[in-house]
């Protein structure tokens, strides 16, 4: 096969991918939907809470059965599983909006966002190199970061035109079925070991040091991510005298500069070795949280916040890479693992909580985020430089 030929069948099998990527984007939405939500059926903010929870709760449940999975049918149709999930979730509010269609939409959407997190990361390395594996699944995740963009302002846009917020899914929804089709039609060459294994067997690789250490890291980075999201309005607001409407900007500065993070990760990743790019992103952090620590400056506080986002957006790419290539006999299943790994986002606020509520500012939020880092930088000695 010529080169030409070879870079012609590459881009046949990566676009349908790259799709995928951007409807895994469609589970960030649910912050923008619940908002709607709230309003459209006058909820408590108890009950209103329920719907992200309907989403996160499924990826507890699932990411280790889907390792399963792909063991019996294979990582391309349980990528095709999953947007057929996804697809369903988002029709729903189209034909009925409703509470309850609504939070059944949520979880079919969880239950997708699940199946397809563990089964397209690994389906990347049927496709490239081990070398370029890392760069392409960080350009996969900018893909996913433009449709975590695009959600608020199209729901903003319908919901100005056309009353009717939910008309967003409709573009989603033609997305997901484009990506459904063309995935569904290309043919990726992968071995299907038909092997039915249990949950002992997945949950035996973390006995294996490395996976430990990366399942720990990939809690640490979702950690550091959320906790972002949800500490650095707070902060700015305790120290600047800010109210909600001005700090909540906060939180945009973090998703570009992590967008840009990943664009710029996706050649970083294929020209240098992983290990420098996880170095130099762990630094970025580190400076980052010990400016958040003492400083009261508006500017050098965002700067801060930039540096979290750009140090944070590779690290998840490098680290899932890592642990696919340590156990390539095992990818399904530790890709499972380290997709049950973002519980993280529920275990790192929890305890950003109590040390804020203990020490009475949200240092204690830094703090607990600090750590984390921390824990990052121990596992710098750990990364191979070819991931």
Known sequence: MTQEKQKSSLAAKLIPVMLAFFAMSFVDSVGTATNYVKESFNLSNTVANLCPSMVFFWFL???????????????????????????AALVLPLLYYHFATMMLAFALLGIGNA??????????????????????MTFGQFVKAIGSFIAPILAAWFAAKYNNWALMYAVFAVEALVALILLGREEIKEEISGKITGFKDAFSLLGDGMILLCFIGIMCHVGIDVGTNTAAPQILME????????????TSVYFMFRTVGCFLGAFLLAKISAKKVFVASVFFMLAAMCGMFF?????????CIALIGLGNSNIFSII?????????????????????????????PLLMGFASDAMGSQTGSVLVMAVAVLYLLALVKKIKAAA
């Open 239 to 250: 120290r600047l005298g800010w109210d909600l409407s001005q700090a909540i900007y906060a």
């Open 61 to 87: 449940v699932c990411s280790v059965p889907t390792g399963m999975l792909m063991n019996k049918i294979g990582r391309r149709k349980t990528v095709l599983v999953s947007l057929v999930v996804t697809l």
């Open 320 to 348: 899932f890479s890592q642990a696919l290539l340590h156990k390539p006999e095992k990818k399904n299943e530790a890709s499972g693992l380290m997709i049950m790994g973002l519980i993280g986002g529920t275990v790192f």
């Open 295 to 303: 400083s009261r400056n508006q500017w050098f506080l965002y700067g």
């Open 115 to 136: 199946v397809m997190q563990v089964s397209l990361n690994p389906l990347v390395s049927n496709i490239v190199s081990e070398e370029k594996l890392a760069s392409f």
